[in-house]
């Protein structure tokens, strides 16, 4: 069992940067892949990112956010990180971390564990 917590959400305005984390707890974190979601009002949940279980050059990154956002993860503090740069207005939505033994990065259902989610804003 595997319990994931974000941090970090808030208001910010259109430029601005924001870090979400995800701590997770047990001692397993580090042979998860780890999955970052988003999920706007009115719409479905749609990928954002990922990092496998070992990150360094394993990360995969939905389109609309290659190259404003970068994922991380630190196995000792069982932790992984999303860092938002250049924050749309688009970008508003509930965002949630995930961890699965799989990597098949984009479809929720391979995601066995899910965090509650944390709030971006992005002001125009």
């Known amino acids: 069992q595997v319990q994931l917590v974000e941090s970090g959400g808030g208001l910010v305005q259109a430029g601005g940067s924001l870090r979400l984390d995800c701590t997770a707890s047990?001692?397993?974190?580090?042979?998860?892949?780890m999955g970052w979601f988003r999920q706007a009002p009115g719409k479905e949940r749609e990928f954002v990112a990922a990092?496998?279980?070992?990150?360094?050059?394993?990360?995969y990154y939905a389109d609309a956010v290659k190259g404003r956002f970068t994922v991380s993860r630190d196995n000792a503090k069982n932790t992984a990180y999303l860092q938002m740069n250049s924050l749309k207005p688009e970008d508003t939505a509930v965002y949630y971390c995930?961890?699965?033994?799989?990597?098949?990065?984009?479809?929720?259902?391979?995601?066995?564990?899910w965090g509650q989610g944390t709030q971006v804003t992005v002001s125009s």
């Open positions: 990092i496998k279980w070992g990150g360094g050059d394993s990360t």
């Open positions: 995930a961890a699965s033994r799989l990597w098949v990065v984009a479809k929720t259902t391979s995601y066995a564990y």
């Open positions: 047990g001692r397993t974190f580090s042979s998860y892949a």
